[in-house]
């Protein structure tokens, strides 16, 4: 039997023996792309690549940066949605960039899903798995769930630069934008979903009452109930604010925790991998519902803007 098919017949035991061989340490961080996309393994083994110390924290316009950024897009390429690089410089002058992947819907008319994650960190040994290495690699399971499925509108995934500096890459893209703005029915954002632990909630902000995706979610929600999910309320500070101001709904997935926010020790170890998956799967989803929703969500959207007044 090949080497490959046996370790994946046999992956209960050759975990156990790689953790008593320290030497296959560097091994079992390879993110197992072979796993189902919610796999909570293969989901902390994405959140690790990003989070690795020798990326030093993904601070905006470092080598670690580019590094993060390389990852993604190859991981996006392997997807088959030949993702494309939207470089901008930050406030203090670095080069960085937003990386913007398009899953083709069938009904160009019908509108345009964005999921987004910021991928920068804060750098200088602050490593940022949960802050946003987990947003990230949620976003990468909802590209995998979906890629080589045709929905009706068109989901566009996104990884943002430069958000630790405020919300930079973001607003570049609002300012700058490579699609139809006018187009995008909902933006669904992804900012520290690896604690569910801390507070055992999720928070899915800016599912206002009236919003289509807030029905949907609650309706989606159903088949997790290994989650709960706390719903409504404004949230500030993250990507979705740009597209907000736009009058784009947003849903932001996040998982409040103060105990390691912007400090040294949000790292890998510390994450809460399967109810990340768990939430990673709620948000795809709802992706799914929003893209395939028959409901006119741009007349909705006209209507009732982001906060669904
Ligand atoms: N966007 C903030 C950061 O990356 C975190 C945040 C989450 C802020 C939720 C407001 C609400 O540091
Ligand atoms: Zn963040
Ligand atoms: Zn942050």
């Given amino acids: 039997m090949p080497l490959v098919r046996w370790y994946r017949d046999m992956r209960w035991p050759l975990v156990l023996v790689l953790a008593l061989a320290p030497s296959a340490h560097a091994e079992s961080k390879v993110p197992d792309h072979e796993a189902s996309p919610y796999d909570a393994a293969a989901v902390k083994a994405q959140v690790a690549a990003l989070a690795d110390p020798a990326l030093d924290g993904r601070a905006s316009g470092s080598e670690g ?72 690699a949620a976003m990468l399971a ?20 430069a958000e630790e500096r405020g919300e930079e890459g973001s607003a570049y893209f609002v300012k700058h934008p490579t699609i139809d703005l006018d187009h995008v029915v909902e933006y669904i954002n992804l900012d520290m979903v690896g604690s569910y632990s801390a507070r055992g909630w999720v928070a899915a902000m800016g599912t ?9 979610l609650e309706a ?10 706390g719903i409504g309320g404004r949230a500030e500070r993250s990507d979705h604010e740009a597209f907000c101001e736009q009058g784009v709904p947003y849903v932001f ?3 409040p925790d103060d105990r390691c926010y912007h400090e040294t020790c949000d790292t890998t ?3 809460d991998a399967a109810h990340m ?33």
């Fill in 65 to 136: 940066d580019a590094a993060g950024r390389a990852l993604i897009r190859a991981r996006l390429d392997a997807l088959g949605l030949s993702p494309k690089e939207q470089a901008f410089d930050d406030d203090a002058g670095h080069a960085t960039a937003n990386i913007l992947a398009t899953l083709p819907g069938s009904d160009a008319d019908a509108g345009i899903v964005i999921v987004g994650a910021h991928h920068d960190h804060l750098g200088h040994k602050h490593l940022g798995a949960n802050d946003n290495a987990s947003g990230v």
């Fill in 142 to 161: 909802i590209a995998d769930a979906l890629h080589g499925t045709q929905p009706r509108r068109t989901i566009v995934f996104a990884a943002w630069g």
């Fill in 208 to 216: 206002f009452k009236k919003l289509p995706a807030t029905a949907m």
């Fill in 220 to 229: 989606g929600k159903k088949a997790f109930p290994r989650l709960s999910v």
């Fill in 253 to 255: 997935f996040w998982t």
């Fill in 269 to 271: 170890d510390k994450l």
């Fill in 277 to 309: 998956a768990q939430i990673a799967a709620l948000a795809g989803d709802l992706v799914s519902r929003l893209a395939n929703s028959k409901q006119d969500l741009l007349a909705s959207r006209a209507k009732l803007g982001c906060f669904g007044r």
